[in-house]
């Protein structure tokens, strides 16, 4: 079993639309989350961390569902620059990180 | 701010040369981390740096070297390249543990023929 799974995508979804992301780990240790951004042919940046308590950084949403073993990104309000790849990050202990796969998101006008 | 640098962009190696790809950062960031992404995988993890002088395996270090004489510079050298060593290498460094954000450079596209 894969350490972090996603859906790969595509999602395409209209301009103002909202769209979110699962992502699902393995390992119940794991400590520390995040969502990053990678354009095609990119490098990838951070987009945000992801709390216990879920966190919001605009208009974007991260949440944390430990119970069932899975982190959430939800977009509102899609914007064309949104079009991207977000792969989902898990580290398990001091330096075991996992990155997904990724979700590919095209937003169209 | 440069960030992460990372050079070549591109190359194109035959079987069996070797190479070092560089990486350098000007952020004074203690962990480095060297990458490698393959067409529909996620990034691996071959090799990270705590500080100048430590480095320790990822999750695929065959075939692959580094090491990590000064804080800035963390270069990757491949000794004896394979086709299975096609892939896109990214550099990465964070300010601190493997939790904290990583930076990444650009990346570099190696192609063995």
């Known amino acids: 079993r894969k350490e972090v799974e996603q859906d790969p995508g595509p999602f395409n979804v209209p301009e103002g639309a909202t769209v979110a992301f699962n992502c699902t780990y393995s390992n119940s240790a794991s400590q520390s989350f995040f969502w990053y951004r990678q354009d095609c042919r990119k490098e990838p940046k951070l987009l945000m961390s992801v709390y216990s308590s879920g966190n919001e950084d605009g208009r974007f949403t991260a949440q944390l569902n430990r119970a069932s073993q899975y982190i959430s990104l939800l977009i509102r309000d899609s914007k064309l620059s949104d079009s991207a790849t977000y792969l989902c990050?898990?580290?398990?202990?001091?330096?075991?990180?996992?990155f997904g796969t990724g979700t590919r998101l095209t937003v169209i006008p | 701010n440069a960030g992460v640098t990372q050079t070549p962009k591109f190359r194109i190696l035959k079987i069996g040369q070797s190479m070092t790809l560089q990486c350098t950062q000007d952020?004074?960031?203690?962990?480095m981390y060297w990458y490698r992404q393959d067409p529909g995988m996620g990034l691996k993890l071959i090799y990270y740096?705590?500080?100048?002088?430590?480095?320790d395996k990822g999750e695929v270090p065959n075939g692959y070297n580094v090491s990590r004489s000064t804080t800035e510079d963390f270069p990757l050298r491949l000794e004896l390249a394979a086709p299975s060593q096609t892939s896109v290498y990214f550099c990465?460094?964070?300010?601190?543990?493997?939790?904290?954000?990583?930076?990444f450079g650009d990346g570099t596209r190696l192609s063995i023929l």
């Open positions: 740096s705590v500080g100048a002088g430590i480095t």
């Open positions: 952020m004074n960031h203690n962990y």
């Open positions: 990050v898990v580290l398990t202990g001091a330096n075991n990180l996992f």
């Open positions: 990465a460094s964070s300010s601190g543990t493997f939790n904290q954000p990583q930076h």
